[in-house]
């Protein structure tokens, strides 16, 4: 259904975009692009037509950061593609067409060979188009307790640009994005580095004061990884690393909505002073997410799976377990957006911030990664996911 020439016809549908929502629109793909997106129908000579009864259109959802899904982690040293390809199709039906596997901190070795394995995938012809390149969270951390997260310590170090070059070589330069802690001893002139090199810097996991994260911003950092989270559990009221980032205008801030990891009135606070523009959903799911609740080791730590991923012994959350969608509804309910915004800040905004310029929009010329979902009882429940014009799930 992706050849040059194949013509495929969504009518019925209302379709979402970052401006409004199209009522009884029809998205035309003609191979991998969109054609045309427009109001009523269109009658097209040869077109495979699908009728979306008044179903939504969005662009496929965009996750920035997800350290695995459904068993599967991308720090395993055995990890297959047989493994890549469970997790990419579970998350094409949870609506996710692009995603940045993530690595945390761990030794240079191990780092080292997660990256040549997950390499394997982009070029998979399956499932590489939802690959595009992966996100380092760590080693170049804050090793202080509680800012350090469920990051192992004795992984945690200084930056260093050859260690790290040499990563990147070993991820034929698909690191887009990379978490580093301001502070640390090294950590600007690595930020201007790894920027000058095109990739975008978070900042993430640290403890930097005001002054530091307007330098890091100043050398090249752009985002803050999941704001709320990787911070102490007792903070200054007034001297912390939330308020700087809130309020400078050169940081997108990623949240993760799950409904856990922030509660209400912060995720309310945090999307009011970011705004639209500057707000990313993140889910931030760890290989637990989709596995029945109870104990579990994970890389030499005992986490407690529930609705959320729980590390008792630095009482701290180890990750998520809420795939993007349900990030997507929580931003709705929680905050009181509106669908085209929250559909925005996990697709759109995503791809505008890695530039990703051929994804995260239903507009004509752009690559036709979709999603046909209703929302039921506040739910995005998601009923086909099409990547480059092929439709990859249906329910």
Not at 183 to 198: D, H, P, Q, R
Not at 257 to 275: R, V
């Amino acid at each position: 259904m992706n050849t040059n020439n194949s013509l495929l016809k969504i009518y019925n549908a209302q379709i979402v975009t970052p401006t409004r929502i199209i009522k009884n629109g029809t998205v035309i793909v003609r191979g991998k692009f969109i054609e045309s997106v427009t109001e009523g129908d269109l009658e097209v000579v040869g077109a495979t037509e699908i009728d979306a009864n008044n179903q939504f259109i969005g662009p496929g959802l965009i996750d920035l950061q997800i350290n695995g899904f459904m068993g599967v982690d991308f720090s395993d040293q055995n990890l297959s593609i047989v493994d890549m390809r469970k997790v990419t199709l579970a998350l094409w039906k949870a609506g996710v067409t692009t995603y940045l596997p993530t690595v945390i901190t761990n030794s240079h070795k191990n780092l080292k060979k997660s990256f040549q394995l997950l390499t394997l995938a982009i070029d998979n012809e399956e499932i590489g188009l939802s690959i595009p390149g992966f996100h380092l969270e760590g080693p170049y951390i804050s090793p202080l307790e509680g800012f350090r997260g469920a990051h192992l310590a004795k992984y945690i170090r200084k930056p260093e640009w050859d260690e790290f070059s040499e990563l990147q070589k070993a991820a034929f330069d698909k690191i887009i994005l990379i978490t580093v802690a301001p502070e640390v001893e090294g950590a600007l002139s690595f930020i201007s580095k790894c920027s000058e090199s095109g990739i975008v810097v978070s900042l993430g996991h640290h403890n930097g004061s005001s002054e530091i994260i307007k330098n890091a911003v100043v050398a090249g950092a752009s985002m803050a990884t999941h704001l709320g989270n990787g911070c102490a559990n007792m903070i200054n009221r007034f001297e912390n690393p939330l308020w700087p980032q809130l309020a400078n205008e050169g940081i997108t801030a990623s949240l993760i909505a799950d409904g856990y990891h922030l509660t209400q009135e912060q995720l309310q606070c945090f999307y009011k002073m970011k705004g639209l523009e500057k707000t990313v959903l993140v889910s931030d799911t760890l290989d637990l997410a989709g596995l029945p609740h109870g104990e579990y080791t994970r890389h030499e730590r005992q986490v407690v799976l529930s609705e959320v991923v729980k590390f008792p012994a630095e009482n701290c959350l180890a990750g998520a377990a809420s795939p993007l969608n349900t990030c997507v509804s929580n931003m709705m309910k929680l905050t009181g957006s509106s669908l085209e915004n929250a559909i925005q800040m996990a697709s759109t905004n995503p791809a505008r911030l890695l530039g990703l310029n051929n994804i995260g929009e239903l507009i004509q010329g752009k690559r036709a990664d979709m999603i046909l979902f209703a929302i039921k009882d506040g739910e995005m429940v998601v009923q086909k996911t099409i990547v480059a014009g092929k439709i990859v799930y249906s329910n």
